[in-house]
């Protein structure tokens, strides 16, 4: 088929550590890994070096509360009274510990003595996508005003003409195209429970994943992989090419 216009990139986001929050670019470099310093850090139960998982265990739900940033050093954390702390700060864990109530530090996701299981980082199609029109859709079937797009943790939201709907799934297996990147459509998003969990501004929802699991099987959102490198940049235009 013809390329199709999509419509154009509204937010790129980055989240250098795990399960925190992240921040919001103007731009951004695409490597094969997905967005430059994305995912690239977690935080770990000092004890069992385990990756938080906020999504099944409550003890972890405060890492919501925590932002997240990029570096020329490495990530640095921000805690809600709005100090920053860099990963090499040798107050960082004492201050996560204090933050969580046990015993927290923060690693690199990369071989070394502190690695983190890989179990814990998505890592076949490192690049999170979601549409506007399905942010609208999802609305409308559950019944709310809107949905905040923060809910799900993208890397990518796109601003999409046409009818509301869960437009990403007519994505599947198919190129996506802006600015020098061009994205492949690899699966859609299994929704867990962080989606309804509460965090700064954003109260708790259970419906909102009750009703990902009644209209679109669980699913909201695509992964992408890169099949080529480049630039991307807010408002860059998005089209949809067939196959791969």
């Known amino acids: 088929m013809a390329a199709q216009l999509l419509g154009t990139i509204e ?6 550590v795990s399960s925190l929050g992240g921040e919001a ?15 690239l850090w977690a935080i770990v139960d000092a004890a069992t070096g385990k990756a938080a998982q906020p999504e ?4 972890w739900q405060p890492a919501l509360f925590l932002l997240s940033r990029w570096s020329k050093d490495g990530p640095e954390i921000g805690f809600p ?7 090499n700060d040798a107050e960082l864990d004492a201050r996560l510990s204090d933050h969580f109530g046990f015993a927290v530090a923060v690693r690199p996701y990369q071989a070394g003595e502190s690695v983190v299981s890989a179990e814990h980082r998505y890592t076949p199609s490192p690049l999170h996508l979601i549409a506007t029109g399905s942010l609208a859709h999802l609305a409308a079937v559950s019944g709310r005003n809107g949905v905040d797009r923060r809910r799900f943790r993208a890397n990518l939201l796109v601003r999409t003409t046409g009818e509301p709907a869960f437009q990403e799934k007519g994505w599947m297996g198919h190129q996506l195209q802006m600015g020098d990147v061009v994205l492949h459509g690899e699966e859609e998003t299994k929704r867990c429970g962080l989606t309804l969990i509460s965090q700064p501004d954003i109260d708790e929802d259970p419906e909102i994943l009750r009703s990902i699991l009644r209209h679109n099987k669980r699913n909201f959102g ?13 408002g860059d235009t998005v089209y949809l090419r067939a196959g791969a």
């Open 81 to 87: 009274d709005g100090v920053w702390r860099r990963s």
């Open 56 to 59: 099944k265990e409550a003890r």
């Open 11 to 16: 937010e790129i986001w980055r989240y250098p």
């Open 25 to 39: 670019l103007t731009s951004a470099a695409i490597g094969e890994k997905g967005v430059a310093g994305d995912r």
């Open 222 to 234: 695509i992964y992408c992989s890169v099949s080529k490198t480049g630039r991307i940049a807010v």
